[in-house]
């Protein structure tokens, strides 16, 4: 069996992990920022020194495309992820994936092997979402789910618009987005969560990435004293949101179902301590790998949202920030993913994505799949993130196993 270069992929991984540094030694890559495009720049000059063509689309995602005259005509086999980060981030969300994909390209390279398909590596723009929204903007262009100009019009947390960032910091290509359809699609990414480091696994085989819907529900109620006002007489819109996060944690706990539900954001106004809330305004976070499963949760919390808005006295609007069905990963690759691990002696196990991810988008246009190495204590989006070497290298020459054989 050939192998990776263990030296080279970690060595990469934490020389792009000490780009983007604040004064405070933070980790923050946002999207189209002025060190997001520091970290595009190494990127792009490893994709260079290893003779791959580079190609930037309008929307600002990268693509390394190793290919040869014989070949030129297949659709690729695609290998990504995003350099992007949140604020006080980890080192290895993301950038492992595309990491380790420019590195199966240069140990395919430097074998010998003739692929009989393209092989390329990804960089995608703002699949985290801290700066513009939604996230997974760059993939979800690429597969069609929005168009260039939608995108590039985003604004900004900062103000700023992303089609104007891009071209400051020099990644504004000419590229459609989807000029490049994949025969197939992997990606490699830590886990972000306990199951592999809990169950003493090396290597998942995620078969399913969780459905998602983000609602903002504002609560309008009266502000009044909260001295003199008698409980029975008041319209409280912060004891209204309380009920609200309560009814979740509750359902969600009775539950068999592996439904999950955040209430991540929370204000009140006036926000005084001795007024009653005239205004609450929260976000909640549904997720299930179940579509029916999901829309019953949406439809449950609806009906609750209408019954406590008569019982509080209050009134309830929701927004829908963002939904997301489930997303099948390709059997065929899935199973691909667990031969190899067993080959080279390695624990696997199937697994549901709980976080989203790129792939969930080129799923929509190409058969794809991903493969998790454990993440340390379940903790990422945290300068704590932490995989071991030997893992991170176990999932890299798992990737380049299964993309030898996807690109033949």
């Known amino acids: 069996m050939i192998e990776i270069d263990a030296q080279r992929l970690l060595g990469r991984i934490r020389e792009l992990g000490a780009v983007g540094r604040d004064g405070e030694g933070r980790l923050i890559r946002l999207a189209a920022s002025d060190t997001d495009r520091q970290g595009r720049d190494l990127f792009v000059g490893w994709l260079r020194q290893a003779g791959i063509d580079v190609a930037i ?42 990491l380790a994909g420019l590195e199966v390209i240069e140990t395919l390279k430097a074998s010998g092997f003739l692929p009989s398909r393209p092989v390329a590596v990804a960089a995608f723009t703002n699949e985290e979402g801290v700066r513009y929204t939604p996230d997974m903007m760059g993939s979800l262009a690429h597969a069609g789910g929005v168009s260039a100009e939608t ?21 504004a290509g000419d590229r459609e987005p989807g000029f490049l359809r994949p025969h197939a699609y992997l990606e490699l990414h830590i ?25 903002r529900v504002t609560i309008d109620g009266v502000a009044n004293h909260a001295g003199t006002t008698p409980m029975s007489m008041r319209s409280d819109a912060g004891h209204a949101a309380a009920r609200v996060i309560t009814f979740l944690l509750d359902r969600t706990k009775a539950s068999n179902a592996p439904t999950v539900a955040t209430v991540g954001t929370i204000r009140f106004e006036p926000n005084a301590i001795n007024v009653i809330p005239s205004r ?19 439809a449950e919390l609806a009906a609750y949202l209408e019954q406590l808005a008569a ?15 489930p997303v099948i990963f390709d059997l065929r690759i899935v199973e691909r993913i667990e031969a190899a691990a067993r080959a080279r002696g390695l624990g696997v196990k199937r697994m549901t994505s709980g976080a989203g991810h790129d792939a969930q ?28 070497d030997g893992e991170l290298v176990a999932g890299a020459n798992i990737l380049l196993d299964v993309a030898a054989q996807l690109a033949k």
């Not at 609450?280 to 949406?298: K, S």
Request: hydrophobic share 40%.
């Open 57 to 98: 689309d309008r929307v600002g995602n990268i693509f390394g495309i190793w290919q040869s005259p014989e070949n030129a005509g297949q659709a690729p086999l695609l290998i990504g992820s995003h350099i992007d980060t949140v604020i006080d981030a980890g080192i290895y969300d993301g950038c492992y994936g595309v």
């Open 151 to 171: 995108v590039l019009a985003a604004v900004g947390t900062d103000g700023s618009v992303l089609r104007q960032e891009l071209a400051r910091i020099g990644y």
């Open 191 to 215: 886990e972000q969560g306990p199951v592999l480091e809990g169950e003493g696994l090396p290597i998942g085989a995620v078969e399913n990435l969780q459905g998602i819907s983000w609602q």
């Open 280 to 298: 609450a305004v929260f976000t909640i976070d549904l997720r299930d790998p179940d579509e029916q499963r999901l829309q019953a949760e949406e």
């Open 311 to 325: 019982a509080e006295k209050v009134t309830i609007s929701v927004e829908q920030l963002a939904r997301f069905e």
């Open 361 to 388: 988008m080129m799923a929509r246009i190409a058969p794809a799949a991903m493969i998790f190495v454990p993440s340390a204590g379940g903790i990422s989006h945290n300068p704590r993130e932490h995989t071991e």
